[in-house]
């Protein structure tokens, strides 16, 4: 059978079985094995299947993933994003729309210690979605604020996406994970200012709304402990990478042990169950670590049928051959990110995509690796707010009381235009992403 058959019928198959709710693991690899049996029989097949996952997820460098994984929630069940939410909205008390711009801020600060959007949308949006309701934000559009703020989990370091980023490029995952910082702080700003310019003229927002000012400030706001603990661990991670000292796998399991410390504290302090936290936790982290882990064996499954038949090579080649600048050859395969965004979860648009977009943008283009990792990182951060998937808004929906599916996806095109402006500024100005990695020691 041609080869280019043989692709089409794999691609046919892995669509069919998404289309029909397969998860996304067992779609791939079930795709990936009836590919291989197809190009090298049932023999070399099962000899592939036998080899493969055991390859795919045995590398020393992945033990990043569950360190960071299990960091996170150990940050959550240390109460974190309570404290640091109380603090920037006693601050923002006094600024029209200052709840959304303290919920912003809460997402990136935790963000910077958990590595998953999915867990910093439902973290902070349990959090702060009644808050800017009560401030006179729209429910809608209150839970479009925290979905599309939670994204910033997917590239404030530690970043999970760039660090499997590095393990399928051999691109440095200290460097990658530096990378991400100063388009991760951009993405806030960008974001903060479009919110108090959507206060400032009505979008989502009741003007005449007012809550008086010693609400905003009462309870545990002027307790700092959100910051310290938060600071705490970004200079395990960042400063000790940055320094040269630790490296990423390193940073990762002292950043969870950090983090169980500041778990054990928070439930002494408050006299919670330090058994039940501890439980909780574990479970948690062996849960997400699981389904992260399945869709890298059934992406390398598949993986290994795209590389046999050689599709790596002859997309390389066509794409080059198109009589078209370099520049917009790169903004076509990076927007060509959306539309998978809007069926496939950001792990595995990576490992379908990044073997095969790769070695064309940066080993024949030339392009900095990680300017294209942070875009690529960006794009899928648009995957995770846009319909007909859009993982966090299916997650925050339903925290907003009277806030409709429908009506969530129409807020949320607001921050679609502002990660469409970011990703703009980032493309136009690639020193925003390198000049921080280059300064590492």
Not at 100 to 116: D, E, I, L, Q, Y
Not at 388 to 416: C, D, H, W
Request: hydrophobic content about 60%; overall charge neutral; proline content about 4%.
């Amino acid at each position: 059978m041609d080869v280019s058959l043989i692709v089409l019928l794999v691609f046919v198959a892995l669509i069919v079985l998404l289309l029909i709710e397969v998860p996304v693991a067992f779609s791939l690899a079930a795709s990936g094995a009836f590919g291989l049996i197809l190009l090298r029989g049932t023999s070399v097949a099962g000899a592939t299947l036998g080899s493969v996952p055991f390859q795919s997820s045995s590398s020393f460098t992945l033990i990043v993933v569950p360190m960071f994984i299990l960091m996170g929630i150990f940050a959550m069940h240390g109460n974190i994003a309570d404290d640091l939410f109380r603090l920037t909205n006693r601050l923002m008390r006094g600024v029209r729309g200052g709840v959304a711009v303290a919920t912003v801020v809460t997402c990136a600060g935790f963000a910077a210690v958990c590595g998953s959007s999915v867990a910093t949308a439902a973290t902070v949006g349990r959090l702060t979605i009644g808050e800017m309701i009560r401030y006179g934000f729209n429910p809608a559009f209150a839970a479009a604020i925290v979905a599309s703020a939670g994204t910033l989990g997917v590239l404030i370091p530690p970043s999970i996406a760039l660090v499997l980023f590095g393990v399928i490029t051999n691109e440095s995952i200290g460097r990658l994970l530096i990378a991400g910082i100063v388009p991760g702080i951009l993405s806030a700003v960008v974001m903060g200012v479009g919110i108090l310019v959507c206060a400032r003229l009505g979008i989502g927002f009741d003007r005449k709304a007012s809550v008086p000012a010693e609400e905003a400030g009462t309870g545990h706001g002027g307790r700092h402990g959100g910051v310290f603990k938060l600071l705490l661990l970004f200079v395990i991670i960042v400063g000790g990478i940055y320094s040269g000292l630790i490296t990423a796998t390193e940073a990762a399991a002292i950043g969870a042990f950090a983090a169980f410390l500041i778990m054990l504290v928070s439930a002494i302090w408050n006299g919670t169950g330090v058994v039940s936290r501890l439980f909780a936790s574990l479970r948690d982290s062996a849960s997400i670590t699981s389904m992260v882990f399945a869709i890298i064996v059934g992406a390398s499954i598949f993986s290994y049928f795209i590389v046999s038949a050689g599709v790596p090579n002859a997309f390389a080649g066509w794409i080059l051959g198109i009589d078209l600048p370099p520049r917009l050859l790169v903004l076509l395969l990076l927007l060509s990110l959306i539309p998978l965004g809007m069926f496939l979860d950001g792990v595995s648009i990576l490992l379908i995509t990044v073997p095969l977009y790769y070695p064309v943008v940066v080993t024949g283009l030339g392009y900095d690796g990680l300017w294209y990792a942070v875009l690529t990182v960006k794009m899928i951060e648009l995957g995770l707010i846009t319909p007909p998937v859009g993982v966090n808004v299916f997650i925050v929906a339903n925290m907003a009381k009277g806030a409709e599916l429908e009506k969530v996806f129409r807020s949320i095109t607001t921050f679609i235009v502002l990660d469409l402006v970011i990703f703009a500024i980032l493309f136009a100005f690639p020193v925003l992403v390198t000049w921080l990695p280059a300064s590492v020691r």
